[in-house]
């Protein structure tokens, strides 16, 4: 915990030099927001991002530094063995550091991660301090979660303009094209971003930005996409920690996932909510996933 403390302090301070538009943004992700009684597999995930654009030598790009946890856990929740665990208790804890930069429109990010899995995350004590403080059941089979390890991770996006109507009700479509490597994820992504509505430019819009602020914007976007994993630690255990004593699982080859969002930004308010739909992660797991994601960005000036 203590250098991840350290990490971000360095970020903070990186971060504090030549700001302009600065935002604050939460964002929340559970499957509790849809109301069925649901808590499995991706359950849980808390952002805390600073983000600001950058001028320098007459280009602008925007960077952002993000603390995160992300809560992993099978369908049941009353295990005291792992005879019917089909994905693994898993806690993951997180600082990243990205830029996000605009050329012609198009946009180009980057991010490196540091972290950590394992008792460290935190997963256990605020899973269950969470059910406990709304009246939920008891979890129990935590103990058989991923052994703790030090957690790198860096990743690129390519997201080029295929289709863009430049009227004030517009239609914009930017397939993407996303690599990650490390020992959390190693994987390759590929989809394309349809939103249509009262947007701004690309470089200016919220669809892709947290930091743009130009005319209000409203609109609905959809983005489908599929994800080749070589390597989720997050189901498969560190490579170099011992999980004899847990439980592991092989990730899926491939995985689809189809996000349908809602967004409405105006003056120094962002706020979209999302659904996810995604297929299984890994291959013992009994059913496929679903979840909701609230983000409210506010920004500083």
Request: one cysteine or more; charged letters at 15%.
């Amino acid at each position: 915990m203590k250098f991840l403390v350290a990490i971000s302090f360095c970020f903070l301070s990186i971060c504090s030099f030549s700001q302009n538009n600065a935002a604050v943004t939460i964002q929340s992700d559970n499957d509790a927001y849809l109301l069925n009684g649901q808590d499995r597999y991706y359950t849980n995930g808390l952002f805390f991002t600073y983000s600001n654009t950058i001028n320098h030598n007459n280009k602008t790009y925007e960077q952002y530094f993000t603390l995160a946890q992300k809560i992993y856990t099978p369908l049941f929740l009353d295990l005291t063995t792992t005879q019917l665990m089909d994905r693994p208790f898993c806690g993951y804890l997180f600082a990243e550091y990205g830029q996000n930069f605009f050329i012609k429109n198009n946009s180009i990010k980057w991010n490196i991660s540091l972290g950590t899995i394992g008792n460290a995350s935190f997963g256990k004590d605020f899973q269950e301090s969470l059910h406990k403080a709304v009246g939920l059941y008891e979890v129990s089979g935590w103990e058989y979660q991923l052994k703790q390890n030090i957690c790198i991770n860096a990743g690129i996006t390519y997201m080029p303009v295929l289709f863009n109507t430049k009227d004030n009700f517009s239609i914009k479509a930017l397939p993407l094209l996303t690599v990650n490597v490390g020992n959390v994820y190693t994987n390759a992504q590929a989809g394309i971003l349809l939103a249509t509505g009262f947007m701004n430019t690309i470089d200016k819009s919220s669809l892709i930005s947290n930091t743009a602020t130009d005319k209000t914007e409203c609109y609905l976007y959809f983005q489908p996409q599929i994800t080749a994993q070589a390597y989720n630690a997050t189901v498969q255990g560190s490579l170099s920690a011992n999980n004899k004593n847990g439980f592991t699982t092989q990730a899926s080859t491939f995985m689809w996932e189809g996000i349908f969002g809602f967004a409405i930004a105006a003056k120094r308010v962002l706020l979209k909510l999302e659904l996810h739909n995604v297929s299984r992660e890994c291959t013992t797991q009994f059913l496929t996933d679903q979840y909701v994601s609230i983000q409210f960005t506010y920004r500083l000036k």
